[in-house]
C-alpha cells in the first residue's frame, strides 16, 4: 500500500511535459514541451502557427552547451516557423527568452496566423501580460495582438494597488485605489465614444508615499489636449485628492478617447500613479469639491474606480494571435521575454535596452564564468 502510494506519487511528481529544462547556474528550471510551450510557475506560454493550415508537430533540438537551448521548428504552405527557448541572465533571477522567426520560403506573398497561447486568467497590455498583478510576460515591439476590445478599460501592463492611498477630507473611496506603472510603464486608458466626439474628462490623483515635491512628476496626454506636467505633491499636498479637467476630443476618429499618464522623463520616481477618471457629457458644470466627494459619479458616463473592483482591462483576458502578411523570402523575428520561477518581473519592451543578441550573449558569459 505505501508501495503504491510513493509510485502514484512519484508519477505525479515527474513533470509529464519535461522534455527540456531552461535554466542558468544557480536557479531552478523551467521547462520547454514538445510543442515548443514553455511551463512557468505562473502557467504556459505557447505559439501555434494556425495558418497556413498543416503545421505538424514541431521538430525540436536540444542544445546542453554553451547554454541550454531549444529549437523548435514547424513548417506550414511556404511558412516556416522557428523559435528558440533560453533563460537570459536578466535581473535579478533571469528571464526566459523565446526568440521567434517567421519566414516566407515561397515564390508568392504568405499569410500567417500565429495564437498566443497564454493562461485564461492574464491580462495582456499593449507590451506586456500581467497575471496575479506581476508582469510576467513581455512582448515584441513590431507586431500588433489581434484581441477583442471592451467599451472602456485599461489597455493593460500596469498593476492595481486597492487601498494604496491615504485620502485626507470628504472624499470619494475611489481615492484610496490606485494603478502604477511600475518601471515606468505608461498608464494607457481608452474610453468609447462616436467617432470624433468631445468629451469633459476628469482625472482624480492622491499622492501618498512621497513626502516632498518633485519626487514623482507625471506627464498626462488626453486625446485632442495638449500634453501636461503634473507633481499632485506640489499642486495639492500629500494625502490631498485633487483634480484635473481637460476638453478631450476623439481627434483621430477612431471612437475612442484615450488617455496616457506617464512618468516625466526626469522624475527620480518613474512609476506613475492614477486614482479616478471620469468622463463627463461636453460642458457640464462639474464642481471639484462634489467631484472629489463622489457626488457626481452618477452623472458620468464612465466613472473608474482606478485599481478598485470594478476596474476593467481595455482586451479580454487570456489568448489571442498574431496576423501578418510575408513576402517571398521574407523574415521577421520576434522577442518574447517570460518570467522565470522564482524571477521578478519582466523588462518593459519599450523601454529595455535588452535584444536578442545581447540576452544570448550574457547567457553565454555568464555560463563561462560559472564554469570557470
Ligand atoms: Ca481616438
Ligand atoms: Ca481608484
Redesign the pocket.
Known amino acids: 500500500m505505501i508501495r503504491t502510494a510513493l509510485c502514484l506519487a512519484l508519477f505525479i511528481a515527474l513533470p509529464l511535459y519535461a522534455e527540456h529544462e531552461l535554466r542558468s547556474p544557480g536557479f531552478p528550471p523551467s521547462h520547454v514541451d514538445a510543442s515548443g510551450s514553455i511551463h512557468e510557475p505562473w502557467g504556459t506560454f505557447g505559439l501555434v502557427l494556425v495558418e497556413p493550415q498543416g503545421a505538424g508537430a514541431p521538430e525540436q533540438q536540444y542544445e546542453a552547451s554553451p547554454i541550454p537551448k531549444v529549437r523548435s521548428t514547424v513548417n506550414a504552405g511556404t511558412i516556416t516557423l522557428s523559435q528558440i527557448a533560453f533563460r537570459a541572465p536578466v535581473f535579478p533571477s533571469g528571464v526566459d527568452v523565446l526568440l521567434t522567426t517567421a519566414v516566407n520560403t515561397g515564390t508568392q506573398p504568405a499569410d500567417a496566423k500565429l495564437v498566443v497561447n497564454v493562461p485564461d486568467s492574464m491580462n495582456i497590455g499593449k507590451r506586456m501580460g500581467v497575471i496575479n498583478n506581476q508582469i510576467v510576460l513581455g512582448l515584441p515591439l513590431d507586431i500588433e495582438p489581434v484581441r477583442k476590445e471592451k467599451p472602456w478599460g485599461c489597455a493593460g501592463g500596469v498593476v492595481a494597488m486597492p487601498g494604496w492611498a491615504a485620502p485626507q477630507g470628504d472624499c470619494d473611496a475611489s481615492f484610496k485605489n490606485i494603478r502604477a506603472g511600475m518601471g515606468g510603464v505608461p498608464i494607457v486608458y481608452h474610453f468609447t465614444v462616436p467617432k470624433g466626439e468631445q468629451r469633459t474628462l476628469v482625472l482624480g490623483f492622491c499622492e501618498s508615499f512621497h513626502a516632498t515635491p518633485g519626487k514623482r512628476p507625471l506627464m498626462i496626454d488626453v486625446?485632442g489636449t495638449a500634453k501636461q506636467e503634473l507633481d499632485p505633491l506640489t499642486k495639492w499636498g500629500r494625502h490631498i485628492p485633487g483634480c484635473l479637467h481637460f476638453d478631450a476630443t476623439?481627434?483621430?476618429?477612431?471612437?475612442?478617447?484615450?488617455i496616457t499618464v506617464g512618468p516625466h522623463p526626469r522624475a527620480e520616481d518613474q512609476n506613475p500613479i492614477l486614482n479616478v477618471i471620469w468622463v463627463f457629457p461636453a460642458g457640464l458644470p462639474l464642481d471639484d469639491k462634489d467631484l472629489i466627494a463622489g457626488k457626481l459619479n452618477r452623472k458620468a458616463e464612465y466613472f473608474v474606480d482606478v485599481g478598485g473592483q470594478q476596474d476593467q482591462a481595455l482586451y479580454e483576458q487570456g489568448p489571442f494571435e498574431y496576423v501578418l502578411r510575408l513576402e517571398p523570402g521574407a523574415s521577421q523575428e520576434w522577442l518574447f521575454l517570460l518570467s522565470s520561477p522564482g524571477g521578478g518581473p519582466v523588462p518593459n519592451p519599450e523601454t529595455m535596452s535588452w535584444t536578442a543578441e545581447n540576452l544570448l550573449k550574457a547567457a553565454e558569459e555568464v555560463a563561462k564564468s560559472w564554469k570557470e
Request: proline residues 0%.
Open positions: 486625446e476623439d481627434t483621430n476618429q477612431d471612437g475612442h478617447i484615450d
